[in-house]
Each structure stands twice: as structure tokens, then as C-alpha cells.
């Protein structure tokens, strides 16, 4: 006598061949949101990083993503799954069992793989949270080794999930089971989604409303740090429903002219490509705009999280040009010195005599707007010595450089401002000194105080000269030290760090780009291994998808075989479908995240393409594995069709 | 009729062996079988279940191999043939009708019609005014732009004949072509398959285990055991005379007239 266990244990043996990929996806994607909650909760790590560093908030957002992820990915992979057992689940109503019996059947089975994947990712999660913590210290750049323990509030969490997981999907079954009539599930791969020609004018209208929308949701991303969170919603908004119009009636349309034109003239390539991809395009819309979504949103996080790592060194050097600085210390910075000194460090030191005054920048655009500042005058020729990277100015005239002008709105506004004039008053009288342009970087280390501005040596002494004794007025002694050995540097800084121990708040670069990197080393961890599950899961979904059509079409490849099509000729038809639907997402996908990062990067200063295109790079690389998976398995279905 | 069946000779088979399993657990299909089939031939291949006329006529069709014997289509020896000769041969040379149509659901009639000519080098020109007589003559033209999902079974099945035929196969192969088929719809597909071997010349072998289908033949040939058993040629007779004639072969055969039952 079979009982419902022992048939679901043989149906489960018998589609384990095609449970393996989704099984590993869960499996991966559970392990993971294993080891970000234990992390969560795990203070070694926490304890070695630097206190502004929020540990366990990075890991909880982390989380809910993956939760987000995991949830879509398992109701996508367990609609086809349902899909590609139609039938079965008709045969066992024709036979007369009842809706309840395969409704349980289904959820009994269900119920089994959870936990078996449950089980594997806990223990998964275990033994490979210390991995997990060793690359989360290289990339943070701590060294040491800490010790994890097995987290029992996280293996719960993730329990939870996974209750939640079986809920949902037990849902899904239960929907499929009882709203489906017996014909529904008997052709449900027969019938075609969409074959009656599409409106005219109705198609012609959304196709043409889709590309307006993402034009749209482009354009408005261009400016989406005006009022950040409704634009970014309108944005998500437009090119959501833009990318869903385009697969469903724009690319729809494209297809149908073409077909048309052909009239009847297919050929084969045509007829194994675009003529399946027509009959499932209703199907195929949702899961290519979802595809497409997630590839977009995953190229995005991973771009931005590494052009954040990438760029650590250089955008703390926009702010923190030297190593260390002493002003007005002349005794401080000198046994500094003699501390470095002693301990063999070679260090290059450079004295800078500045000029700080009261003054104002006049904007040429608002003839009233006059606010008097501090202005910091440096010498350029001086600043050369210490081997700065810049231009003598003309007597004369004055160059701004702020490593915060972008925060204080867009760069291009901001450059409209200049050439204008800087308004000095001595003695009741005012000088007039050119301001010739803005830098997007600091001269002087951050905390030196007033507007920087570069001039030429004798500028200065001029100004100098005329501004003495006024009110604010200060000559500065700069005394900037540049280690050039990392490794020196590294002790140069705690050094540093005991020397000035006082409340003051100092700045040296090396402690700050330490913070910086162990901050977006948090960021890159975090989104590379998120990015890595949004691709295992589009990757997964759209092999799934691909070998459920595979295998419903392999009559067709028998019927073509027997015709006399032999399998390199089917193949080239199937590759071009492999093509489109992998590379229709992927392009659509990659343009929405150029523009998505290009509207992120107001966050960061230095350029992003460099550590963009990397990041898109390694992306559609492992994409492509899932590509040439599908194609292999569909070329095994297509060369074993004729036996 | 006779001036069609003297001609020359497109298929010969000569003492074909097959033979399935590993051999401890052998099985014995085909025991030597010769058939000789000349051009413009309706030939049908009759037997009971189990007589080995699939498998005979997969042989032939080259979908399958011979275990030993030798299989001539217009003089080539398919058993000499690599696969890719076999696959360009059969994509040239042969034309199939199933019983369960296989019909490209995700294509039109039109498009599963011109398929077997989508790599031949056949202008479109020519292959629309192809496609337009075979479709006239097998009365589908009008279902051109339909889903095989839209059609009736009758209609399916033409259509499949008509994809056996657009590219003037030097035979046609039909696996009971009738089998899924209404007793109208079968008697409208014989008779469109009838007016296609004696109006374009068209050689078919027809397997079939329905002695109404295969009265429409010139030429019965009955299998009994994976061996030929007798053959009935039609001659002049009428199609009801014949069909008495192949019922009699049949009652002899064992009374399996009625397969499968």
C-alpha cells in the first residue's frame, strides 16, 4: 500500500534532479541570512571595529533584504515548479483523489524539502560563518582571528523565515490545487498566452507609453537629490511599470511586425527563438521585468558598495591631503618629530606659513548675498614644496578649493558662481582679489580653519601686508608631515594618537581612512554577497523557467529531428532564444543601473565608472554561467530527443 | 493506375533485420523483410500489434537502424549514412505524417507547413506558390494564420500532410495518419492523401492497422511476426472491393483485425 509519504519520498527522488539548483539557491541564501544574523549578534567582531561603525544595523537591513529576496525567489521558482507539475497534479484528481489529498501531498512535500534545506543551511551557516568572518576582517582591513560561536538566536530567525517560506509557498500550493480545473491543469503548457495580434492603436499607445515611462524615470533620476525619497519612489514607480510596458506590448509589438512581415517565412532559428518566447509572453513579461528589476537593483548595490570601497584612499585624501598637521604648534610638532624619528620612520616635513583673514565671496548671480568668513590665504609655491599636486595662480587672483562643494548642492550650479570676486575691507577700504574657480578637494587638512584659498606667494605677502592688524586677522604656521611607507604610517598614527591625547578633536588620515574603510569594507561584504543571491536567484529563475519550456518542448525537438533538422541546427535556434531572454534583462537591467548609479552619485566624489564597469563585469560573467547551464541543458534534451 | 505503379524503384529493402534488447533478452522484431516500392506507389503496411510494422517503417524512414540488411532511397544506402547525411537526407528526400500530428504548437499552419523548406535554398517566392497549391489541395489555405491549438484534429492532420509534402519528398512516410482521427475526418485525410499521390505522383507508405485506410492504397503489404505475410494490390478494383479483400487477409492474419482490443 502506498501511503501519501512513501510516494511523495519517490516523487521527491524522482524531481531531485531538478530541485538540486533551487535547492541550492535556498540553501546558500538561508546560510547566508544565517551568518548575517549571527553576526548581528555576535559582539568579537563588533568589538574590533571602530565604535562609529553600526555593526549590527548593516546586518539587520541585510537581512530583511535577503528575506525580500528569498521570498520572490521562492515564489517565482515555486509557481514554475507548480506549473511543470500541472499535470501531475491533475492525474492524481482524475484518478479520484481528492483536492485536499494533493493539496496535502504537495505540502507534505513541501514541508520535507524545507527542512532538509533547513537543516543543510544551518549547518551550512556554521561552518562557513568563520570564513565569512575571515573575509569580513580582510575586507575591513582588521587582522586577528576571532572566534564565532554557534548562534542559537539566529539559527531561530532563520527557522522563523523558513516557517514563513513553507507558509507562503504551502499557500501557492493551496491556490493552484483547488482554483484550477481539471482542463486548466491538463493544458496548462498548451496554451498560449497571447496569439491574437495586439490592437493597433491600444499596443501602439503602451508600447509607446513604456519607453516614455522609463525616459521619464531616467530624466527625473538625473536630479533625484532635489527631494530624495519621493523622486526615488517616482523613479522606482516609472521604470517599473515602463520595463513591464516594454516586455509585454513593446517588445510584444516588435515581435508580432516582424512575424508578420515574415508571413509564414519563419525559418527554423525564428521558429525555436521568437515563436516560443511569443507564446509564453504574458508569463514571460512578468518574469523578465522581475529579472530585469532585481539584475538592476543588484548591479546597482554592487557598484555603488565598491566604488564606495574602491574610492576610500582618494576621498579621504580630498579631505585629509597630509598625514598629519600641526597649527601653530611648533613645539608639539616637532617633538612629534623626534618621536617618529626614534622609532625609524622616515617622514617628510614641510612648514607652511598661511594668512587667515576676514572676507567675503561675492556671488555674481545675488548681488546682496555677502557673508563675511574666514578666508585661509596659502602660499602655492610653498604648498608645491610639500609636494602637492597644483598650479601656481596668477598674482593676483585666488582658487577655492572645498572638499565639501557637493554637499553643498550640484557642482554644476555651483560652477556657474565663478569667476566672481572676493571682497576684502582693510581699514575701511576694500581690495577686490579674483576668484577664478572651485576645487572639488582640500589643500590643507580639513581642520584647518576658514575658506581655502590658493594664491601665489607674493599674492599673499601682499595681502598680508594690506590686511595686517584688521580684525581676524592671523598668520598660521602649518607644520604638514607625509609618511610615504604604509606600513610606517600605520605606527606613525597611533604615535599620532597618543601624542595628542587631549580633547581636541584631531584628524590624521590614517586613522580616518582606517574608520572610512572599515565602514564601506561593512558595505562591500554586506552587498556583495546580497548581489551574490539577487544573481543566484534571477540566474536560478530563469533556468528553471528555460527547463520547464525545454522539457515541454521536447516533442517539438523529436518532430524536427525526425524532419531532419539535426541538433546543430535546432541548437542555433535555441542559443538565440538563450540570448534574448538572458540578454534582454541583463542590457535593460544594466541600463537602469547606469542611471541609477549615475543618480547615486551625488554620495560620492570620485568617479565611479572605474569600479562600476568592474563590478558590471564580474556580474555578467557569472550571469552567463547560468546562461551556458540552460543551453547545455537544453542541448542534452535536444540531442536525446530522437530515444 | 498501373502506368504509376510500373516505374522505377524509389525504396528497396532487402532481408532487414531488427533487433532490440542486449542478448540474453533479446527481442526479434524484424525477421528479413524485403519491400520494394516504386515511384507514385500508395503502399500501406498492415499487421496486428506487435507484427513490427512501426519499427519497419522507422527503419525505412531512417529514424531507426537496421540490425543487419540493406535500406535503398533513390540508390543511396541509408545505412552507409553519418547521422548529418541522415538528417540532410531525411530534411531532402522524405516527408512524415504522424499519428499525433507533431505539429510546432508555438507556430501557425503556415509556418509548420513551410518548415522543412526553411534551410533549403528554395526563393520565397517559390515557396509561397508551393505552399499555396498544397494548401489548396489539402483545403487548409484559409486556416494559413491559425494555432494548431485553434483547429480540429482533421485540419491538424492536413496540415501535417502538408509539411510532409512542401518540399516534394521523394516519399512520404505516415504512421497511422488516421489513428487520432474522427471516421470523417480520416476518410476527408485519405481522400486528400488519395488525390495527392495520383495528381502530384507523390510515393507514400502508410502504416496503418484500419482496413478503411488502407483501401485507399494501390498496394497492401501484411506483416505478420516480423516477417512479410502476403501482399493485395488494388488493380482496378473499386475501394469497397478491396477493403473486402484486405478484411479477408485480416480474418486469416488471427482475427486481430481489431488491434489492440
Known sequence: MLTVFELTRRSMRQNVKHYYLYFFALIFSMSLYFVFTSLQHDQAVQNMTHPSVDFSAGFQIAGVILIVIVGIFTVSANGIFLRRRSREIGLYQLIGLSKGWVARYLMIENILLGLGALLAAIICGALISRLFVLILLNLLGLEGIVDISFSVPAAFKTSMVYLLIIVITSIQMMLKVYRSTLLNLFQADKR??????????????????????????????????????????????????????????????????????????????????????????????????????????????????????????????????????????????????????????????????????????????????????????????????????????????????????????DLDEQSKRYPTEIELEQHGQTVMYTLRTLMERNIMNLNAPGRQLLVSEATMDKIAEQMAGTPGYKVIRFDTYQVPDKEELAIASSIYAKHVSDERLTYDFYAQYKEVLQMT???????????????????????????????????????????????????????????????????????HSIFAIKAASFMIRSDTTFPASIAMAIYTVIYFVFALFTIGYYRNIVKNAMS | MDQLNVGETVLQARNVHKTFGTKGNAQHVLKGIDLRVTRSEFVGIMGASGSGKTTLLNVLATIDHTTDGTVLIDDADISKLSNTALSAFRRNKLGFIFQDYNLLDTLTVKENILLPISLSKMSKREAESEFTAIANVLDIKALSHKYPHEISGGQKQRTAAGRALIHQPSIVFADEPTGALDSKSASSLLDVMEKVNQQRGVTVVMVTHDPVASSYCSRVVFLRDGKTYSELYRGDKTRHAFFNEIMDVQAVLGGEHVDGF
Open chain 1, 521 to 591: 569594507g561593512l558595505l562591500i561584504f554586506i552587498a556583495a554577497f546580497l548581489g551574490l543571491v539577487f544573481l543566484i536567484s534571477t540566474g536560478s529563475i530563469l533556468y528553471f523557467k528555460q527547463m520547464t519550456e525545454a522539457e515541454q518542448e521536447k516533442q517539438s525537438f523529436k518532430t524536427l529531428r525526425q524532419l531532419g533538422f539535426d541538433v546543430d541546427m535546432i541548437m542555433k535556434g535555441i542559443i538565440r532564444k538563450q540570448a534574448i531572454v538572458f540578454l534582454l534583462p541583463l542590457s535593460i537591467g544594466m541600463l
Open chain 1, 192 to 409: 498560449p498566452d497571447l496569439t491574437k495580434p495586439p490592437k493597433v492603436v491600444a499596443s501602439a499607445i503602451f508600447a509607446l507609453l513604456g519607453l516614455a515611462l522609463i525616459g521619464y524615470g531616467y530624466e527625473l533620476s538625473g536630479h533625484i537629490n532635489e527631494q530624495l525619497f519621493l523622486n526615488a519612489l517616482l523613479v522606482l514607480g516609472s521604470i517599473v511599470a515602463g520595463t513591464y510596458l516594454l516586455f509585454r506590448v513593446t517588445i510584444r509589438w516588435c515581435f508580432y511586425r516582424f512575424r508578420k512581415r515574415k508571413d509564414g517565412h519563419l525559418g527554423l532559428t525564428n521558429s525555436l527563438s521568437m515563436a516560443p518566447l511569443m507564446h509564453h509572453m504574458k508569463a514571460n513579461a512578468n518574469s523578465l521585468t522581475l529579472i530585469t528589476m532585481l539584475s538592476a537593483m543588484a548591479i546597482t548595490l554592487i557598484s555603488m558598495a565598491y566604488a564606495f570601497y574602491y574610492s576610500v584612499e582618494q576621498e579621504t585624501r580630498r579631505d585629509l591631503p597630509y598625514d598629519f598637521m600641526f597649527e601653530n604648534e611648533p613645539q608639539e610638532a616637532l617633538s612629534f618629530k623626534m618621536k617618529l624619528e626614534k622609532e625609524g620612520i622616515d617622514v617628510n616635513h614641510h612648514v607652511v606659513q598661511a594668512v587667515l583673514t576676514m572676507g567675503s565671496i561675492l556671488d555674481p548671480n545675488d548681488e546682496f548675498h555677502k557673508v563675511e568668513e574666514s578666508l585661509l590665504w596659502l602660499p602655492a609655491e610653498q604648498l608645491k614644496q610639500t609636494g602637492a599636486d597644483l598650479n601656481v595662480p596668477p598674482d593676483g587672483e585666488a582658487i577655492l578649493y572645498n572638499a565639501g562643494a557637493s554637499l553643498a548642492g
